[in-house]
Each structure stands twice: as C-alpha cells, then as structure tokens.
T-cell receptor, first 110, second 115 residues
Framework: GQSLEQPSEVTAVEGAIVQINCTYQ??????LSWYQQHDGGAPTFLSY????GLEETGRFSSFLSRSDSYGYLLLQELQMKDSASYFC???????????FGAGTRLAVHP | GAGVSQSPSNKVTEKGKDVELRCDPI?????LYWYRQSLGQGLEFLIY????????KSGLPSDRFSAERTGGSVSTLTIQRTQQEDSAVYLC?????????????FGDGTRLSIL
C-alpha cells in the first residue's frame, strides 16, 4: 500500500523559517509534490521533486531523498498569508494519480 | 475562464437521492482527475481520465460512484443512492498532460452534504 506521514500542525512567527517534513511508503515512486490549500480554497501546486536534491522557487524550497523516502518543504521569510494547510503527495509507480498526505496546518503569528 | 470550473459549488440533498457534479477543465488539458476531501483530511483519489484512454477507476469507493468525460473535456461525477458518508468536498483537477511532473490545477470543489 501507500502512506505518507507529515506533522498535523506547525506554528511559527512572521519572518521565520519553517520546515515541513514528509515521509512516504509507496510501491514504486514517480516524484513528490507539494500543494498549498487555504481554508475553503482549492489546493494550489507549489513544487515537484522527481530527483534527489533541492528545488527552489522564491521563498519556498523543496527537498527529496529517495533513498530515505523523505522530503521536506522549506518556507522562508514567513508571511501571514502563508497560514494554510500544506500537503505532500506522491505519484506511485505506474499511475498518474496522486496520493496525498493528511496535511500540515501552518499557523503564522505576528 | 482560465481555471478549472466546478458546479454546483454547494449541494445539499437527502440520503438516497442521486447527485451529479460537473467539472470543466482548463482548455487543452488532456488529463482530468476527481478527488474528494473530508473535513480536515487529505485528498482521496477517485478517478483519472487521460485523453481517449480507458479511465483509471481504482479509487472509486463503491459501484454507486461513476464518472464520464465527454468529448475529452467536461466531466460529470455521479453518485447514486447517496449515503451520509458521501458528505465531503469533491475536487476536480486537470493537467496539461498525464506526465509525472505536470502540476494538477484544482477547481474550488463542490461541497456535498447528505442529510
């Protein structure tokens, strides 16, 4: 089967850096993605890692280690608008669907 | 419009009734996905369409659930004889192709409540 684990909640202050970890177990693996979802809103794509290493997009970076079945999302210079739920998702081998984690709720405080 | 459009945005119905949920993907996107999300939970895959290929129905929870995609564009998810456990937000997404690195673009979802 497939499963993903990520922390349920993270709290941080404006301007800080926060890391959201994700570990996964899948039968086959075709990449780790991250999505952001504000309350009542649609999930929006943040990043994709198909290979090991760090991908950087502005204030957000994502890392993947396939040997450790582990990845993380790094958010820098936190802003109040970053308060949202963050989901890691894997694409199991041979399939185009995404398997999502339960999500990490990030609360950014002044 | 530029994004994925879903209708209705909210649907309240009585247990045992049938419901139809509609998804209009981004123009030109060949891949279309349905997911559902229960309160405070992650997204659960339901079904995937890619071009003219047979859909991947591996996530449909029971035979009460079905979906079709007409003309490679608009899709309809149908739930027959609804049950209270079907209450959730049903999300549709599309991507330009089915390639693994293609981001999925989500609609705002249909919030389904079964009384």
């Amino acid at each position: 089967g497939q499963s993903l684990e990520q922390p349920s909640e993270v709290t941080a202050v404006e301007g800080a850096i926060v890391q959201i970890n994700c570990t996964y177990q899948t039968s086959g693996f075709y990449g780790l993605s991250w999505y952001q979802q504000h309350d009542g809103g649609a999930p929006t794509f943040l990043s994709y890692n198909g290979l090991d290493g760090l991908e950087e997009t502005g204030r957000f970076s994502s890392f993947l280690s396939r040997s450790d079945s582990y990845g993380y999302l790094l958010l820098q210079e936190l802003q109040m608008k970053d308060s949202a739920s963050y989901f890691c998702a894997v694409r199991p081998g041979g399939y185009n669907k995404l398997i999502f984690g339960a999500g990490t709720r990030l609360a950014v405080h002044p | 419009g530029a994004g994925v459009s879903q209708s209705p945005s909210n649907k309240v119905t009585e247990k045992g009734k049938d419901v139809e949920l509609r998804c209009d993907p981004i123009s030109g996107h060949t891949a279309l996905y349905w997911y559902r999300q229960s309160l405070g939970q992650g997204l659960e895959f339901l079904i995937y369409f890619q071009g003219n290929s047979a859909p991947d129905k591996s996530g449909l929870p029971s035979d009460r659930f079905s979906a079709e995609r007409t003309g490679g564009s608009v899709s309809t998810l149908t739930i027959q004889r609804t049950q209270q456990e079907d209450s959730a937000v049903y999300l549709c997404a599309s991507s330009a192709t089915g390639d693994r690195n293609q981001p999925q673009h989500f609609g705002d979802g249909t919030r389904l409540s079964i009384l």
